[in-house]
């Protein structure tokens, strides 16, 4: 009997408690900051009797509540638990998982549908911004599937302020504008069937679901309409999702048609004189970039542009079209991923050198996840 009570009191007690949970960075060159990290939702609640979204709560090495976030994904069933984690290169820091009452933590990913400025889909973080174009804008004949960037040097969010009526965020007021054109391009970063060595571009998305809205991340769906691409009708779906403290979004695309296999390139938009393509040399080749030549839309200096993506595979590297192109092929139905992400010269990416080491690093995060382990 006294075993039995002491059992039990042992469980109460790690419940009371709370669970560990350790997060190992595999890298011994690169400490990791202000990183996500996922835990099932089954999970959580299988070592937390009783645990609810609204009472789960992420205790830091140092006692304090840590920003964390129950995904959905689009669904009314929790899903997942995310936080961000900072572990020292080689390292392992260690988090706790507990009930209690969550504070309300700063909101540091958003996005939403801006019916008043022509159907704009729109998102952010605390480093960068973009939009994508919607159906009010085609029906005017303005026709683009491409990534556009709203250029950030503040922390805050700023959509619901830059979309006020009389507001013009294509002007610099100290916080950031929008002087990236995209028009019938890929912009920065979006992805197209490539066939026949011919880009085939969809139009503006038809429908948006959001996912997750913050703090921590946003994500969503858009979807759009079929369109040719060289002898077959495509369907397209791009599923986009951003995270605080970073500059990259990870975007899902997934294609479906009569066809077995596609063809298809993510793409920069080049600029012409005074552009760079960045030099990353990686073998296999797994990602790319572009720095863009000043910018002197509306003021003489807007500073420069930095596009970067990485990708989980060697791609086909080629600059033609207009485009820096990274093609690659793709199966009907399977739903493909790669990292997109965006910096200025007038923030925290201030040279082509910056950028390069922003991709790079980038691509060491996606090829060595954290490592987590409830305890």
Partial sequence: MKRIALLLSTAVLSVACGVRVEVVNPLKQLARADETVEIAWAEVADRLSGVTPETIVVEAPDGRQQPSQVLYNGGTE????????TVPAGGTTTYRLKCGEREAYPVQAYGRFVPERMDDFAWENNRIGHRMYGPALEATGEISNGIDIWLKRTDSLVIDRWYR????????HGEGLDCYKVGRTLGAGAMAPYEKDS????NNYVSYRVLDNGPIRI????????FRADTVMVTERRTVSLDANTHFNRITEEYTGDFDRLKVAAG????????????????????VGYWEPLNTDNLPDNGHTAVGLVFPCEVKVETRL????????IPEGRPFTYLMGA???????PTPEAMTQLIFDESLRMENPLVVTLK
Avoid: C, E
């Fill in 165 to 172: 009526p009389g507001f013009n965020y294509h002007a610099d």
């Fill in 322 to 329: 207009g485009h820096l192109l990274a093609g690659t092929v």
């Fill in 199 to 202: 880009l085939w571009l969809g």
């Fill in 343 to 349: 910096g200025w010269s007038k923030s925290d990416v």
């Fill in 219 to 226: 994500a969503f769906q858009l979807d759009y309409a079929p």
């Fill in 78 to 85: 929790p899903q997942a638990l995310i936080f961000q984690a």
């Fill in 268 to 287: 920069i938009v080049t600029r012409g004189a005074g552009g760079r393509v960045l030099d990353i040399l990686n073998k296999p080749i797994r990602m």
